[in-house]
Nanobody, 126 residues
Framework: QVQAVESGGGLVQAGDSLRLSCTAS????????VGWFRQAPGKERDFVAG????????AYADSVKGRFTISRDNAKNTVSLQMNSLKPEDTAVYYC???????????????????WGQGTQVTVSS
């Protein structure tokens, strides 16, 4: 099973921006929608944003709407998460994963996702 690989995390100040990237094999990304999740210490892994296989459909958690933008480039097997106006509460490990069999819709439950990456740490200081 080929996992996704995340990159782009780091330490920033509140109000700054970061761009996360998720890459995987063409075969893996071709399986369906791709989602970003995040997990803060002691908390559940929560849905952040997702994008359908075609890129026509996206979904966002209420807490990031208007600040985060997800996009995908299937030719490069990459899904990106542009994060603007970062807040300290955005601090978490960010993971990407693939929702197999979901090509035209974007599930928000982590139970629908597999091929999880190892995560990338995002820390936002106040």
């Amino acid at each position: 099973q080929v996992q996704a690989v995340e990159s782009g995390g780091g330490l920033v100040q509140a109000g700054d921006s970061l761009r996360l990237s998720c890459t995987a094999s063409e075969r893996t990304f071709g399986l369906g929608a791709v989602g970003w999740f995040r997990q803060a210490p002691g908390k559940e892994r929560d849905f952040v944003a997702g994008i359908s296989w075609s890129g026509d459909d996206t979904a966002y958690a209420d807490s990031v709407k208007g600040r985060f933008t997800i996009s995908r480039d299937n030719a490069k097997n990459t899904v990106s998460l542009q994060m603007n106006s970062l807040k300290p509460e955005d601090t978490a490990v960010y993971y990407c994963a693939v929702a197999t069999y979901y090509r035209s819709t974007v599930p928000t439950s982590r139970n629908n996702y597999g091929y999880w990456g190892q995560g990338t740490q995002v820390t936002v200081s106040s």
